[in-house]
T-cell receptor, first 116, second 115 residues
């Protein structure tokens, strides 16, 4: 079975600094996608960034970038210039092909707190 | 914009009741998912459906069933609610697997309390 691991229990960062949120995954499938979602205290799930397993370059979306190390099976999210509004729970997710279907699996999440 | 709507934001049910959680999406997505979210455990997949009347078990299907009679609607059923099913339930949808890069879109969640 596929497994997503987010081991950092909680992270703190000073406003305007960068922070890295870790994610590792375990799969034998050659084709998969990696996603990061943000969940603020309001509870909505907000998609942030996507990385495909065959993508040659690391994905970037504004202040978000993904440090993708395929051989190590890691897909860490980097948030640059942190803002107070970045305080939230962050989830790493992977999408694998299982037969004809695509199962989306999430990690346990990491809580990020941005200090003023 | 894609919209995924869950029928209730908050729900309180009694132990032993049969509970229906409804989810509707308006973007003709093939895939739909039900997750439960508990503190420290993240989102755990209960069931997912990749087409009308098609379903697959997720990681924690015990005590749950699902129904997908129409493409836009995916129902989660608790056959006999128990207190350990008190949780936040999240529904999501996404297009077909041929578009791996497309993210899943989530509903606002249903906080279910079983007393």
């Amino acid at each position: 079975a596929q497994k997503i691991t987010q081991t950092q229990p909680g992270m703190f960062v000073q406003e305007k600094e960068a922070v890295t949120l870790d994610c590792t995954y375990d799969t034998s499938d050659p084709s998969y996608g990696l996603f990061w979602y943000k969940q603020p205290s309001s509870g909505e799930m907000i998609f942030l960034i996507y990385q495909g397993s065959y993508d040659q370059q690391n994905a970037t979306e504004g202040r978000y970038s993904l440090n993708f190390q395929k051989a190590r099976k890691s897909a860490n999210l980097v948030i640059s210039a942190s803002q107070l509004g970045d305080s939230a729970m962050y989830f790493c997710a992977t999408r694998f092909i299982t037969g004809a279907n695509s199962k989306l699996t999430f990690g346990k999440g990491i809580t990020l707190s941005v200090r003023p | 914009d894609v919209k995924v709507t869950q029928s209730s934001r908050y729900l309180v049910k009694r132990t032993g009741e049969k509970v229906f959680l409804e989810c509707v999406q308006d973007m003709d997505h093939e895939n739909m998912f039900w997750y439960r979210q508990d503190p420290g455990l993240g989102l755990r997949l209960i069931y997912f459906s990749y087409d009308v009347k098609m379903k697959e078990k997720g990681d924690i299907p015990e005590g749950y069933s699902v129904s997908r009679e129409k493409k836009e609607r995916f129902s989660l059923i608790l056959e006999s609610a128990s207190t350990n099913q008190t949780s936040m339930y999240l529904c999501a949808s996404s297009p077909t697997t041929g578009r791996m890069s497309t993210e899943a879109f989530f509903g606002q969640g249903t906080r279910l309390t079983v007393v």
